[in-house]
Nanobody, 121 residues
């Protein structure tokens, strides 16, 4: 059974910082990539940042520089450091983990339930 669990959301003032965490676990599988999406009310989720098993990162345009994704391989955990937060960063942040039978398999995406980040004036 694969588990994906986010934590770290909450309330923050404009200009503040928040660090989100996402831990994943599975038996007999390898994690190929993990990442963060966010979803605004009434909209589809959009990519924030992702990181592969060889530490290649990808960011949504305009977020790199304010947001930083990192991972702790030993804990199968990734982090999203969000700085200089703005009102329009308010969203539910969802984590995904791409697990596969081997590094050469395509794999399957597993999603967490999300954590709400609310930026207030």
């Amino acid at each position: 059974q694969v588990q994906v669990l986010e934590s770290g959301g909450g309330y923050v003032h404009v200009g503040g910082s928040v660090r989100l965490s996402c831990a994943t676990s599975a038996t007999g599988l390898v994690v190929k990539a993990m990442g963060w999406y966010r979803q605004f009310p009434g909209q589809q989720r959009e990519l924030v940042a992702e990181i592969s098993d060889d530490d290649v990162t990808n960011y949504a345009p305009g977020l790199k520089g304010r947001f930083t994704i990192s991972r702790d391989t030993s804990k199968a955990t990734i982090y999203l450091q969000m700085n200089s937060l703005r009102l329009d960063d308010t969203a539910v942040y969802l984590c995904y983990a791409l697990w596969a039978q081997t590094p050469w398999h395509t794999g399957k995406l597993y999603w967490g339930k999300g954590t709400l980040v609310t930026v207030s004036a």
